[in-house]
């Protein structure tokens, strides 16, 4: 988020932005940024100081940012702490809002605060505070269903909102969900999605969450995590599918390669963008899209992030079988049920002679790219590949 507050604030009070949706949304910001500096008394900020506690409308990072900023300023002055790592990014935010009111009088920031809390009292239905991100509920269960009918135990991702995004709590849900059902009595299990997206991969707000080890510790247990994650597919003892009802990003690409059976809508698409993320290959794909399409179409995922069509991919080997869109729930679900009628211990057995040979080596491989990705997640180019996607997210 390099600037990005500052470069908002600079922008606004040359009324580069002040869009007609802007001005509607944020009064506050378009009339009093540059306003002429009026008074309001100790009493009234106190008071505002409160009653931005009992909002209940969340306002959006922006103006969160900007009564942060107005805070301190009405408080302590100018900004003249040093300023924060870039790697962290919420007090880097947080600071570059701070600063970018340069030397704007304690008493006119005062009012500022007074003005814009007003604002947004009037429209106010949930909380706001500048909440960090290490203390941030991640969301639920809910975030994921899982159900068994039919010998079918399904594990489907639960955040159409944001494209089924896999947030830290999925992780482990779904770590949790494949152990349940590994042990089951279900035949078959099933990853799926809910709404138009399979899934769009790792959640990137997931980077801001930094630990008070800082970003180092959050690579580090990053990378537990996700060798932890993707080692439960590698040793998941059922037939394993995966019913991709839409397109599918990054991470839940690359799994693809350990699942038994792949059907994909044609509407689905296979993107692993990790070169433009500043990341690399993980779920054992460096091993198992070589392996599957040969080393150059491989390369045109991995490395270069060619965006594959669901025919396209079913061609290179990475799914089973396309549906058309409007039959691809009915037919799919007629084939695993009659899949599910089969003798689930010969269908258990089965599973493990073709993909016990390769076991070992794809743990040891997982385990070589949970670490690339440990260093990875510390470079610049991943960080500014994450930092362009949150400032676009939060539209800064
Ligand atoms: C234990 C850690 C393991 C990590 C392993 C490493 C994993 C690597 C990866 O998975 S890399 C891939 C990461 N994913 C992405 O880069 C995708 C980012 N998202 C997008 O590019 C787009 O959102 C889209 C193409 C998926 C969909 O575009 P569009 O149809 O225009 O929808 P929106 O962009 O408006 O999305 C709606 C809503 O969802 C939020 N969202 C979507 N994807 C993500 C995501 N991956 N992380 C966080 N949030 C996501 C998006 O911001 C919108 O939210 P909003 O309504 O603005 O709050």
Redesign the pocket.
């Known amino acids: 988020m390099a600037g990005v507050a500052g470069r908002l604030a600079r922008l606004r009070c040359s009324g580069a932005l002040s869009s007609p949706l802007q001005v509607t949304r944020f009064p506050a910001l378009q009339l009093h940024l540059c306003g002429p500096a009026m008074r309001a008394s100790q009493k009234d900020f106190e008071n505002a100081t409160n009653q931005v506690k009992l909002l209940k409308k969340d306002p959006g990072n922006e103006v969160k940012l900007k009564l942060y900023a107005l805070y301190k300023q009405a408080t302590e002055g100018p900004c003249n702490v040093p300023k924060p790592g870039v790697l962290d990014f919420i007090n880097k935010a947080k600071w570059d809002a701070w600063n970018a009111l340069g030397s704007l009088p304690k008493e006119t920031a005062r009012h500022n605060y007074v003005d814009l809390v007003a604002s947004l009292s009037a429209s106010s239905e949930s909380s706001i505070q500048v909440t960090p991100a290490a203390d941030r509920k991640q969301p639920g269960s809910d975030a994921l269903v899982v159900t068994s009918q039919d010998g079918i135990t399904t594990i489907t991702l639960n955040r159409p909102?944001?494209?089924n995004?896999l947030t830290?709590q999925m992780?482990h849900d779904i770590m949790l969900a494949l152990e349940a059902a590994g042990k089951d009595d279900s035949a078959i299990t099933v990853l799926t999605g809910n709404g138009d997206?399979y899934c769009?991969?790792?959640?990137?707000?997931?980077f801001t969450d930094i630990p008070p080890g800082g970003v180092e510790e959050k690579a580090r247990s990053?990378a537990v995590?996700?060798r932890d994650?993707v080692d439960c597919f590698i040793d998941f003892p059922k037939p394993l599918v995966a019913v991709v009802n839409g397109?599918a990003?990054?991470?839940?690409v690359t799994i693809l390669g350990l699942f038994d059976i792949v059907y994909a809508t044609d509407r689905a698409t296979f993107h692993t963008?990790?070169s433009h993320?500043g990341?690399s290959p993980?779920g054992c794909s460096s091993y198992t899209f070589p392996k599957m399409m040969g080393p150059s179409k491989a390369t045109e995922m991995l490395v270069f992030g060619k965006k594959l069509t669901a025919r396209e991919a079913c061609t290179q080997g990475l799914v089973t079988e396309v549906f058309p869109d409007s039959t691809f729930q009915k037919e799919v679900w007629v084939r695993l049920k009659a899949y599910s009628k089969l003798p689930p211990n010969a269908m258990r057995i089965s599973k493990q002679v073709i993909r016990n040979t390769e076991k070992e080596k794809l743990h040891a491989i997982n385990a070589e790219e949970s670490n690339i990705?440990r260093e990875r997640w510390l470079s610049d180019e991943c960080m500014n590949a994450v930092v362009s996607?949150l400032s676009k997210?939060a539209k800064l």
Request: charged share 20%.
């Open positions: 909102d944001k494209k995004a830290t992780y997206y769009s991969g790792n959640d990137l707000t997931n990053g995590l996700l994650f397109p990003v990054g991470i839940s963008p990790f993320l990341q993980e990705l996607f997210k």
